[in-house]
């Protein structure tokens, strides 16, 4: 299992929250692609192979490239949703629910830190502070094993220790 440091820890989370809507537009892209795709694999017919010397009709064709396909695109939402649920996941274990929604504001919403400070009248650098530490705590070893599971990260690394 790869150690991570404690900025490295935080680098990932950010990075992945700044992506977290794009995740939630392919997710959704994805779903209208495997309703399309349903549908046409409904107006396929198999072709007929009794019929000689005719060309298969525009109706007759092969369900198998679909099926690859719409195995692919569940692959991929499988996928965008695990890092969805891994931000949610970490989010939902930070124990104080007003730096869950400090967390959720300020790397998925995007908001600034200044803006939020002068709101609720906090000390911008006791946001911060506070901020980091309920994250890091969130962010222990077996969330990251988990963020390593999604993307693969272990496969490599054995791979690597398999071929050196």
């Not at 680098?11 to 046409?40: A, G, P, W």
């Not at 192979?49 to 298969?56: E, N």
């Not at 396909?69 to 989010?91: C, G, M, P, Q, T």
């Amino acid at each position: 299992m790869k150690q991570y440091t404690k900025q490295e820890k935080l680098k990932i989370f950010r990075n992945e929250c700044s992506l977290y809507r794009m995740h939630i537009l392919s997710i959704e892209k994805i779903d209208t692609d495997l309703e399309v795709l349903q549908s046409d694999m409904e107006n396929v017919h198999s072709p007929q192979l009794d019929k000689v010397g005719s060309s298969p009709s525009r109706k007759e064709r092969s369900l198998v490239p679909m099926i690859e396909k719409k195995d692919a695109l569940k692959d991929n939402r499988d996928f965008y949703e695990a890092k969805v649920n891994w931000i949610l996941s970490v989010v939902d274990s930070i124990p104080s629910p007003a730096y869950q929604i400090l967390i959720w504001r300020t790397y998925i919403l995007r908001e600034s830190m200044q803006s939020l400070s002068e709101k609720y009248q906090v000390s911008k650098d006791h946001m911060y502070k506070l901020r980091q530490y309920h994250l890091l705590k969130a962010l222990t070893d077996e969330k990251m094993a988990e963020y390593d599971a999604i993307i693969g990260e272990d496969d490599d690394e054995e791979k690597e220790e398999n071929n050196g």
